[in-house]
């Protein structure tokens, strides 16, 4: 296939219904909890010389008193990549135009016992389509039940695709979600996968439903663990090796993410690449 630009709207249409079903979730555990806080929503427009229509997309920004700070940017985007960046880029070498689209959320939490978590889905297109996403939960004083629910509903919808899914994927996020230079692990993992290949109608059909399982998943089992822990007590101690915590995720984000790259290379905005960041984090 050539003509990926239905299954882009397709696509496109998910992550934004997906967005709008996230969004309402968390803005309702923070009634729950007395807030009122309400995303806000800010447009932008892609940017590229020659390019009519270069697409854009719209972050979303919440601050809270349970989500101390939540984003859930959305975008779809078309352009040409630099000939030095498409080397690098799955199927670009031969053909340097791509489409992306995508959903990609970060939550920082208010209480230490909350973990945070990052969820990202997205499909792409260059010579080459596919499909690549995943979730992980990165909590600073883990809970084994917390892990233990979280691994288990993305290994129960990998196995309603493929028997391989779940170990693959778990592996891949384990290995990708490491700092090297601190020698640990950002979090306590989940699924990552990558280059799931469209090569026909109907890899393109089985690879899209896996994706919005994916989606589904984590708006089952997330919300479920924020609500168990949001009203957990929690020292002085443990705001600190919060803290502490939140600027090892911010050193992977910066030096390692692959996804912070793919935005600044493509032109993205740069508040909703770097909506990652935590909105406070401490060094020794």
Not at 232 to 258: C, H, I, M, S
Request: some cysteine; hydrophobic content about 40%; charged content about 25%.
């Amino acid at each position: 296939m050539t003509d990926w630009q239905p299954h882009t709207a397709r696509a496109k249409d998910w992550f934004e219904d997906l967005r709008d079903r996230i969004c309402a979730e968390f803005e309702a555990i923070e009634r729950e909890a007395g807030s009122d806080a309400a995303f806000e929503y800010t447009p932008w427009q892609r940017e590229e010389e020659g390019n009519a229509e270069p697409g854009g997309g719209v972050r979303g920004v919440m601050k809270g008193n349970v989500f101390e700070k939540v984003g859930v940017n959305v975008s779809t985007v078309h352009g040409r990549f630099a000939p030095e960046f498409a080397r690098t880029i799955h199927g670009a070498e031969e053909n340097p135009e791509f489409t992306a689209t995508g959903i990609s959320l970060v939550a920082h939490m208010a209480n230490p016992h909350v973990p945070a978590v990052h969820m990202n889905t997205r499909f792409l297109t260059t010579a080459k389509a596919w499909f690549g996403g995943g979730a992980d939960l990165n909590p600073p004083i883990p809970y084994d039940d917390d892990t233990e629910a979280f691994h288990a509903a993305f290994r129960a919808i990998c196995a309603r695709h493929n028997p391989t899914y779940y170990e693959r994927f778990r592996k891949w996020a384990d290995d990708y979600f490491f700092i090297p230079h601190r020698g640990v692990h950002r979090g306590v993992g989940g699924i990552f996968y990558d280059h799931l290949e469209c090569a026909d109608e109907a890899a393109w059909e089985r690879n899209f439903a896996f994706t919005q399982d994916v989606g589904s998943a984590f708006i089952e089992v997330f919300p479920a663990i924020v609500r168990r822990r949001m009203e957990t007590d929690f020292t002085p101690e443990d705001k600190r090796r919060q803290l502490e915590w939140r600027g090892r995720y911010a050193e992977f984000n910066l030096v390692y993410d692959r996804g912070t790259l793919f935005g600044l290379k493509t032109g993205g905005n740069i508040d909703a690449i770097l909506m990652s960041l935590p909105p406070e984090a401490v060094w020794n």
